[in-house]
């Protein structure tokens, strides 16, 4: 039987022409999805409407579509939009949530109505990347609604405690600096970061980045994409998000900070003060799961931009998390 990396290893040989007749055949396997994760890999010129028809083929394997609605979100291009928000209305949820996560990376202002129109997918994960699409594009965007708030359910921080361990961030550094701007590129075309003004450290045995906007604002008024944490996955050798941070102004003099993770879950929560030119965070985790508990402080300074963390602690994951809550929309 047939693994997927074997493949993925198969279709990597195709020709172009070859791996478009391949994708045509619309077979339920494993190789079909890998076909069209390798043609999105591709500099191949029609590309971009085999995908969109892959992937509103209803008669086509729902891996082969939400694959290629994957695919299809790594490009700010007008077309992928509107083939996106057409998938919307598929009638198949998986596909419905790999569309709305790939608009919510990629989209502008016209795809929040096609997002909103879709009538809440009975599957939770697609109900939550629904809602987190359409928070991304207004923290993206600097809109003042879809904004996030605390989960009502009782979460609160998890307490670092006893035995934490103190976490050792320092800065990217030029070569690794370069690999992590490609996967970024790839992943989230429509936000720019400032990889230079970031840092590297090991939390819980895991390799992660945190990157800086590469807009700060020196005195916010509105939503904004604040940061990004990114997980090195060692069997693909690749970078992909782990936590956006999203801020926004409350009107109390501070600033609301979220940790949420690409999935739509919320999972660390603090505040932001604008202090002297720069933007003072803390932040914290919330009682969910895989999240150990940690407790960060530190600065973002516009001027740059940069991130440093002047506090940055980890403790063990405790016994009996209860499960992530989805964060509510703030009033």
């Not at 998938?87 to 096609?114: F, H, K, M, N, Q």
């Not at 965007?141 to 035995?163: C, N, R, T």
Request: charged letters at 25%; hydrophobic letters at 45%.
């Amino acid at each position: 039987m047939s693994t997927e990396f074997d493949d993925e290893r198969a279709v990597s040989a195709l020709a172009d022409e070859a791996l478009v007749a391949a994708i045509g055949a619309r077979q339920p396997v494993y190789g079909q999805a890998a076909a069209v994760k390798e043609l999105a890999r591709r500099r191949f010129p029609r590309a971009s409407p085999v995908l969109a028809a892959v992937m509103l083929d209803p008669g086509a394997p729902g891996a082969m579509r939400a694959a290629a609605a994957v695919a299809l979100g790594r490009q700010v291009v007008p077309e992928h939009q509107r083939a996106l928000a057409l998938a919307l209305r598929a009638d198949e949820e998986g596909v419905i949530r790999r569309a709305a996560e790939a608009l919510g990376r990629i989209g502008d202002r016209d795809a929040l109505p096609a997002l909103r129109a879709v009538p809440a997918p009975a599957d939770p994960a697609a109900r939550r990347a629904l809602a987190f699409a359409r928070s991304l594009l207004a923290y993206r965007l600097g809109l003042d609604d879809e904004l996030l708030k605390p989960p009502d359910d009782g979460s609160s921080a998890a307490p670092v405690g006893e035995g934490a361990a103190a976490l050792r961030p320092e800065p990217i550094g030029k070569d690794l600096g370069k690999r992590v701007a490609a996967d970024l590129e790839r992943e989230l075309p429509a936000i720019s970061m400032s990889v230079d003004g970031g840092v590297r450290f090991d939390c819980a045995g895991e390799l992660l980045v945190a990157v800086p906007n590469a807009f700060l604002p020196a005195v916010p008024t509105s939503a904004f994409v604040a940061a990004l944490v990114l997980k090195h996955w060692q069997a693909v050798d690749r970078f992909s998000p782990h936590l956006f941070l999203l801020s926004h102004p409350t009107g109390s003099g501070s600033l609301a900070l979220f940790g949420v993770r690409p999935d739509g879950t919320m999972t660390h929560t603090g505040a932001i003060r604008v202090s002297g030119g720069a933007l003072d965070f803390r932040l914290e985790a919330l009682d969910t799961p895989y999240s150990p508990p940690v407790a960060f402080e530190g600065r973002l300074i516009p001027a740059g931009p940069r991130l440093d963390l002047t506090k940055a602690l980890v403790g063990p994951v405790p016994s009996g998390q209860h499960r992530a809550r989805v964060p509510r929309k703030a009033d």
